[in-house]
Nanobody, 124 residues
Framework: VQAQVESGGGSVEAGGSLKLSCAPSEAQYTTSRWCMGWFRQAPEKEREGIATVFSRGHPTYYADSVKGRFTISQDNAKNTLYLQMNNLKPEDTAMYYC???????????????WGQGTQVTVSS
């Protein structure tokens, strides 16, 4: 059983909560602190950035679909990125990935995905 970069996914009923963790290597985390975040991809949908942090003067980014429900945070001492997801909805069902990123026209674009993702399934 190998360690996974992303963890914390699972199955939950609508309205429930989950907290995802992203634990890349120290080198990956340190060199990517200027921009890192969470992306997700639902079946037959394009992968989208949902929450990112940027250390070069940009505020935290949240996609409109998750504003007020998801919170991104980080622990630099542990080289770990988190995503607290509250009031989950069926449309949140997707594979969630963490990645280094950049911004284009105000939206995040992934540069390097750090793991194979963690599945989140929300039932109605």
């Amino acid at each position: 059983v190998q360690a996974q970069v992303e963890s914390g996914g699972g199955s939950v009923e609508a309205g429930g909560s989950l907290k995802l963790s992203c634990a890349p290597s120290e080198a990956q985390y340190t060199t990517s602190r200027w921009c890192m975040g969470w992306f997700r991809q639902a079946p037959e949908k394009e992968r989208e950035g949902i929450a990112t942090v940027f250390s070069r003067g940009h505020p935290t980014y949240y996609a409109d679909s998750v504003k007020g429900r998801f919170t991104i945070s980080q622990d630099n001492a542990k080289n770990t990125l988190y995503l607290q997801m509250n009031n989950l909805k069926p449309e949140d069902t997707a594979m969630y990935y963490c990645a280094s990123c950049s911004f284009y026209e105000g939206r995040p674009v992934a540069n390097t995905y750090w793991g194979q993702g963690t599945q989140v399934t929300v039932s109605s």
